[in-house]
């Protein structure tokens, strides 16, 4: 079975933009979540989705949407950019919500000049 | 909301040795805990979890134990291969009847296999 895919994988941009990233997740697999990576904060949860749903959401401003689709592809976009949002972008799927188990793609690296 | 502190940062162990990376939580509401490895330029990749309902679970040189009451789990690594060397993340999340919560991540450990 194929993994989590995510494209682009790298992407540079200018503060002030907008940037639209993707994930297809495993096949069958119908959750998808995001989180940004930083070396100074780690590992983020953004949000998740189900079902074309938001379910859950961490602590982001509003710049930071989602959405899902009804094959379970997922796209998350960032408004209005900015330094710090420079990071690198994961997107993770699972089977069903309460499967847990959690499966990541290689990331997709933004970097914001 | 849920914190999740992972200590050593840095850990280097001689290949063939044990390595034993430490995970607090601080929601006692949290009842799954997953390890994910992560090497240069690829995403995390899950290589084992636990669930609140039990103590000790085992995959080949992988272990993870979790003390519930302590609120600490741990990763445990026997007979370390050079390709062990990566970053570990524990982290932790509450399964529940409407689903999971995002994963809450420790900083990460740098464990470094020395030949």
């Known amino acids: 079975k194929a993994g989590v895919t995510q494209t682009p994988r790298y992407l540079i941009k200018t503060r002030g933009q907008q940037v639209t990233l993707s994930c297809s997740p495993i096949?069958?697999?119908?959750?998808v979540s995001w989180y940004q990576q930083t070396p100074g904060q780690g590992l983020q949860f953004l949000f998740e989705?189900?079902?074309?749903?938001?379910?859950n959401k961490g602590n982001f401003p509003g710049r930071f949407s989602g959405r899902q689709f009804s094959n379970s592809r997922s796209e998350m976009n960032v408004s209005t950019l900015e330094l710090g949002d420079s990071a690198l972008y994961l997107c993770a799927s699972s089977l069903v919500r309460r499967g847990g188990q959690q499966y990541f793609g290689p990331g997709t690296r933004l970097t914001v000049t | 909301g849920e914190n999740v502190e992972q200590h050593p940062s840095t850990l280097s162990v001689q290949e063939g040795d044990s390595a034993v990376i430490k995970c607090t939580y601080s929601?006692?509401?949290?009842?799954?805990f997953p390890w994910y490895k992560q090497e240069l330029g690829k995403g995390p990749q899950l290589i084992i979890d636990i669930r609140s309902n039990v103590g000790e679970k085992k995959d080949q040189r992988i272990a993870v134990t979790l003390n519930k009451t302590a609120k600490h789990f741990s990763l445990h690594i026997t007979e370390t291969q050079p390709e062990d060397s990566a970053v570990y993340f524990c982290?932790?999340?509450?399964?529940?009847?409407?689903?999971?919560?995002?994963?809450?991540f420790g900083k990460g450990t740098h464990l470094i296999i020395q030949p």
């Open positions: 989705y189900f079902s074309e749903t938001q379910r």
């Open positions: 982290a932790a999340s509450i399964m529940s009847g409407g689903g999971a919560d995002g994963l809450t």
């Open positions: 096949s069958g697999h119908r959750s």
């Open positions: 929601d006692s509401a949290s009842n799954y």
